[in-house]
Every structure is written in structure tokens, then in C-alpha cells.
């Protein structure tokens, strides 16, 4: 029997087992999500030395795994996403613990929580290959090269018009991922918070901790295998489609009778020369001239306004990205990365992938700063020109709100929640004031960010007090937006 087919049917009939081994206790049922209890560890040596250290590493496996399995026998949780995130943490400690057949019975319950027909069939491919390939004892050249057979064995039959998206993406990933990345990323994100808390994290740093060393001892060294067998797959499939765009394109072209409409792009800034005459002006604002002519709260409000990270009002539409000698490359890097997951092989890209594979660990943070940087100075420009194509009647209202492109973000407060409160509500009003209509939003805060970004800083008490707070922190901000929208 094909040991992949024999490992499958055991997962099948594992998840039977646990269904009905035993009666099942009455679970308390969660609210809401971040009602789930809060797990802490704790190391005593550098992050990076973790993944080194079979025994350390293993131990913390170990009380993870505990932890998390204690959730699922204790909770009923209701929402797919969590549970897949359960399953997932458990599946790669399974992984790293060599315990396959559970990682197959895990695998399996993600499958079936899965709305995306792409991602259930693709879930986890590299992972099984891997596991049957160890499966033939085979070690060496000799290994890889069953991986490669057994990995092109279940991509090829996938259908390319359902799944090409999802492996274009996994190719481009597979490309640029590599040892000084990760441990750079760590020391950088990761370890400054255990400078500070003592050694002390939570379950999801701790997760992300054992996700990484599975990327370090699994995924990477095999990861130009990923690259060859995905970059056959699409190649073969590959055609040069018609352009189904120009079709759709419609211009609305100038004509009498059409009344102009204002849109509101509430983005991380608008490079307003750019779009000319698309741009509302406010005729009672002089330009430039360091005042409030119009006597409404803003300086130099000709084209929206702007808020800095602190939610303090100033004029400068554009996030400040600082030399103008570093906009090329972060540019050039951020269109590579981008092509890259849409399997473009620019020069860009190329460019990218060779920077990538010289960066040094300690490179890695202001790498990714740089790009995060980048993406907060072009976003919203680029949501603008998305908004006026092809409508000469849309004027476009920029609002900037700015978020920090630090790995380590700064820390959440009920002060600075309250400030961030009052902006959106002083946004909409200026929107309202001004007569738009319609309003891009390409953002979001969640309570989970809140709680980290405290973890980041070593900041809100113990970790329940920490979850109370950063409870506090989202339901003031999200209030303000909520209030403003009614």
C-alpha cells in the first residue's frame, strides 16, 4: 500500500477515534475570541540559540502543545479561523516532533475548515511530500531527489485555472526565503521583547518561534525544490491570455449634464500633483502659506488633510519617507516583491531575489523597515489612481492617517486611543462638510494587534491585565469610527 495513502486513512481514522472514544464533556462555549486564555513561556537563552537547541526547543514544544490542547479539550470555539490556527501550531509541533501521523489527522481538520477550493488543495502538499519521501529511508542526494518526484507527483495534476494564483505566490515565497532572513527577522522582532520581559512571551510568539524552526529545519533546505517543481508546473501551464481588461475599460468621457462627485481616499496619503485637475481644491485655502485661511482647524487644507503618527493634524499629505535618494530603490524593491508573487520575472525581481540571498541577520530590519516605509508613502497615491481611471468627474479629498513602519511599533495607549478616536471623528466630519460621497477605506486595526504591539513593548501588566487593556485601547478607538460612520 502507498505509505501516503496508509498515513491518510490512519489520520481519517485517528479523527474517528478522538470523535468517539469517549463521551464528550460539555465545553464552555466562547463569546468571543479574545476570551480565550492567555499562555505564557519563558527561555533563558537568545531567541536565535532556541532553534538551535534540540532539548530547549522541544521543551517548549512540549508546553505548547499542553497548552493548546487543553484549549481545544476545555473550549467550544466556534470560528473557523481560529481553530485552523490551532490546528496548524499543533500540526508543525506534530512536524518537528516527527510525529507525522498526527500531522496528517491535523492537516485534515484544516482542510475541512477551508472555504477556498485553492488553499484545500493545496494545504500542506510540501509537507506530505516530505513526509513520504522520509518514509522511503532514504537520506542525501537521494532523499531530494525522491522529494522532488514525490512533490511534482501531487502538484502536477492540480488544475492551473483554480490554483495557479496560489502557486505563483508559493514560488515567488520559496524564492527569497532563506536562514539570514528568518533569524535576522527574529532578532529584530523578536528578541527585543524578550530582552525586556525576561525571557517571557506569548503562545503566539512562542508558535511563530516553532514555526521558524521548522522553516529553518525542513522548508529552507529543500526550498529549490519548491522553486523548480512550482516554476515547471507553471510553465507548462502557462499561455499568453487575452487582455480581458481592455474590454471592461470604460471612460466616462466629459459630456454636459454629468455633475462632478467627491471621493474621500482615507489611506496613508495622496501625492496630490499627480492627479491634477482630479483633486478637489479648496478655493478659500491659500497654499503653502503656514495658516488656517479658512478658519476650519486646518493648515494648508487645498487638497485634505493630514494626521501624524501621534493623530496630531498637519498639513503634509504625504507620508514623510525622508531622502528623496532612497525613494528608487525601496520603489524597485517593492514593485520586485510584488512581481515576484505574481510570478513576473522582472529585472526588479531578479534584483530583489540577489539582495535578498546577501543580506546579513542583522541587514534584515532595515530591509523590511525600508519596504513597510515605502508602503506607507505610495498606498494611498496608488489607491487614488485606481479610484479617478477613466472618471474625469471624481475629485479626489485625501485624508492621511499614518502608521509606523518600525518592526517594533510604538506602544498603545488609552491616551493615544482617545487622540485616535477624535481624529476619526474630526475625518468624517471634514468629508461631511465637504460633500463627499464616497469614501475608500484600505485599512484596519484588530484587537489581536493591540495586544501585541503591548506584548512589543513589554507593556500592560500580566497578560490577562495586558488583554483587558489592549480591550480598552481597540473599543475606544473602534468607538470613535463607530460613532462618526452613524
Sequence with gaps: MNPMRYRAALAAVLILLVAFAAPAKEKIKIEKLDDLPRHTYTIDMPAVELLGDEKALMQLAAEVKKDLEADLDTYEIDDATTMKGYYHNLGTIALIEGDYDTYLMYLEKRKHLEDKEAARLTKG????????????????????????????????????????????????????????????????QVQPVL?????????????????????????????????????????EHHVDKPDIWADRDFDLGKGDGKAEVRVGIWDSGVDAPIFKSTMWTNPEEVPNNGKDDDGNGYVDDVHGIAYDLDSNPVPELLYPIGALDERPQLQSRTKGLLDLQANIDSKEAQELKKTLKGLQPEEVNPFLEGLSKYGNYSHGTHVAGIAVRGN???????????????????????????????????????????????VNMSWGESLGGVESALEMNNAGGTPEERKELARQIFEISKGGLYEAIK
Aim: proline share 5%; hydrophobic share 40%; glycine share 6%.
Design 125 to 188: 502538499l510540501f509537507a506530505k511530500a516530505y513526509i513520504e519521501a522520509k518514509a522511503t529511508g532514504k537520506e542525501g542526494k537521494a532523499f531530494k531527489k525522491e522529494l522532488k518526484r514525490i512533490y511534482a507527483e501531487m502538484i502536477n495534476p492540480l488544475p492551473y485555472e483554480i490554483v495557479g494564483d496560489e502557486l505563483k505566490a508559493s514560488k515567488g515565497s520559496s524564492e527569497i526565503v532563506n536562514e539570514a532572513l528568518i533569524l535576522g527577522m527574529i532578532q529584530s
Design 195 to 235: 530582552d525586556q520581559s525576561g525571557g517571557e512571551m506569548s503562545k503566539d510568539m512562542a508558535t511563530g518561534l516553532i514555526s521558524q524552526a521548522y522553516a529553518l529545519q525542513v522548508y529552507i533546505p529543500n526550498a529549490s525544490i519548491v522553486t523548480e517543481v512550482l516554476a515547471a508546473y507553471i510553465d
Design 392 to 438: 474625469p468627474y471624481i475629485r479626489v479629498i485625501a485624508a492621511r492617517m499614518t502608521y509606523s513602519h518600525k518592526s517594533i511599533p510604538p506602544e498603545p495607549t488609552i491616551e493615544k486611543a482617545r487622540k485616535d478616536s477624535a481624529m476619526m471623528r474630526d475625518v468624517v466630519a471634514y468629508f461631511q462638510e465637504q460633500g463627499v460621497r464616497v
